[in-house]
């Protein structure tokens, strides 16, 4: 069972930064990759990167490319994604999700977070 809490979004303008935390816990919590979904009113939830515990090797959707970061800190048992450059289609809700390593299928994650709204304004 693994238990996954985000924090950090909020309103920011375009061209702002903003980074979300993802809090994980569980006794099989460092058994799953951990990775980033979206999903903006009407639309499909959306792959937006993806990280290991112990692996630098991280997969980013072209739409956040060399403006999203995802990153860990396994002290904390926390994942983040960074997001400067933001752009107002980055509006969504903000999902942390704990599955199938790297993976960029959402059906490969079994466990989710609440979300976290993420509003760009122009």
């Known amino acids: 069972q693994v238990q996954l809490v985000e924090s950090g979004g909020g309103l920011v303008q375009a061209g702002g930064s903003l980074r979300l935390s993802c809090a994980a816990s569980?006794?099989?919590?460092?058994?799953?990759?951990m990775g980033w979904f979206r999903q903006a009113p009407g639309k499909e939830r959306e792959f937006v990167a993806a990280?290991?515990?112990?692996?630098?090797?991280?997969p980013y959707a072209d739409s956040v490319k060399d403006r999203f970061t995802i990153s860990r800190d396994n002290a904390k048992n926390t994942i983040y994604l960074q997001m400067n450059s933001l752009k107002p289609e980055d509006t969504a809700v903000y999902y942390c999700a704990a599955g199938r390593w790297l993976a960029k299928n959402e059906n490969e994650y079994p466990y989710w977070g609440q979300g976290t709204q993420v509003t760009v304004s122009s």
């Open positions: 990280i290991l515990w112990n692996s630098s090797n991280a």
């Open positions: 569980g006794r099989t919590a460092s058994n799953y990759g």
